[in-house]
């Protein structure tokens, strides 16, 4: 692991932190301007001394938050829409954290209008910052700054793809030293030479189809020389988008997900679907007595529709929905019942 990776995973944390904050300022400020007062009257002002308490224990959740979610796992390159998906879920889980939290301690905290653009200047500010901390980062790589120096193995479509994509993005963090086609005594000669002039940080396996005894002979040269060992996937398994290797009698065992939310992201994007629910059922409960109100005034019946659907694997469920179709009133039914029984009489009395 490159020390400026680690620097820099380090640095994101104060960041973060201070994007939190400023957007906490940013949204008790926003609420007390004059457009916003005219258009939502302050009811309930906080001191300035108070909020900032307030805002520091909030701003301490959000980077725990970010902590599960794996915002600063080290790592030397990253995805920044993957970077970015993670944001919104941590600010919008924090959000809904304290959301909570105030709703069961309504004198700690009452301002919805700060909560609401807290959790949207928060996204913002620490996307910023992210991706601020990203550009110097990817900047310095381009100069050869926390750069891994690796050596490829293989001959195949799979290696000349991936010296493409090295030498068309240094951003990557990776710069070749050498090529080798397979590792034998010569390769592995010219490997033990090439340490004394420059520093190897990894051996990248591209080839699937190099023999079983050159890649355990050269796993065995990497670890000896604290070599970081790579290699790409065979051709089932590149096809694979979402993998987890766990061991059985020490022997690696590849799983291949259906989904990323197998596992404990199953488990996670249930918690959150919850709580998420509950606060949107809380915030939303006055538009909802006001359809009910509707429903009733306008149609007789219930004001809910009772459906059943079918979700996975076939399993049944009861869905509840606002009635949306029009239910005759009794004496209107009447009234057709006796136009139509009038109807049959005078065709009757007609034959």
């Not at 620097?7 to 007390?32: K, Q, W």
């Not at 910023?128 to 790589?141: E, K």
């Not at 592995?188 to 396996?205: A, Q, W």
């Not at 404990?264 to 994007?269: E, L, N, T, V």
């Amino acid at each position: 692991m490159k020390k400026s990776e680690l620097v820099f995973s380090a640095i994101l944390i104060p960041v973060d932190f201070l994007m939190v904050f400023l957007a906490g300022l940013l949204s008790y400020r926003l609420r007390f301007y004059s457009f916003v007062t005219d258009i939502k009257p302050v009811i309930y002002e906080i001191v300035i001394r108070e909020y900032l308490s307030v805002l520091l224990i909030a701003s301490v959740v959000f980077i725990l938050i970010f902590v599960l979610t794996g915002l600063y796992a080290i790592k030397s390159h990253r995805k920044i829409i993957d970077e970015l998906g993670k944001i919104f879920v941590g600010c919008t889980a924090s959000i809904a954290l304290l959301i909570i939290f105030i709703f069961f301690r309504r004198e700690w905290f009452s301002s919805r209008f700060i909560v609401l653009f807290s959790w949207i200047f928060s996204f913002i500010s620490v996307s910023f910052g992210r991706i601020i901390v990203r550009s110097i980062q990817h900047g310095l790589l381009k100069k050869g700054v926390g750069v891994h120096y690796i050596a490829v193995i293989g001959q195949d479509k799979n290696t000349d793809d991936i010296m493409s994509q090295i030498h068309q993005h240094p951003s990557l963090g990776y710069k070749l030293v050498e090529r080798f086609n397979n590792f034998d005594i010569d390769a592995k000669n010219k490997l033990l030479e090439k340490l004394k002039i420059v520093r190897i940080d990894e051996i990248i396996v591209t080839d699937p189809n190099l023999s079983k005894d050159e890649i355990l002979s050269l796993k065995d040269f990497c670890y000896e020389r604290h070599i970081i060992f790579k290699y790409i996937a065979d051709l089932f398994e590149s096809q694979a988008a979402h993998i987890e290797i766990n061991t059985i009698a020490d022997v690696p065992i590849i799983e291949v997900k259906r989904t990323k939310l197998d596992g404990w992201g199953r488990i996670f994007k249930r918690i959150f679907d919850i709580l998420f629910s509950l606060i949107l059922l809380i915030i939303l409960s006055p538009l909802f007595i006001i359809l009910a109100t509707l429903i009733r005034i306008d149609s007789v019946g219930p004001v809910f529709a009772k459906l059943e659907r079918v979700g996975e694997k076939g399993k049944r469920f009861t869905l509840y929905k606002f009635r949306s179709m029009v239910r005759r009133p009794r004496f209107k039914k009447r009234i057709i019942t006796i136009e139509r029984e009038a109807g049959r009489s005078f065709v009757q009395n007609k034959e």
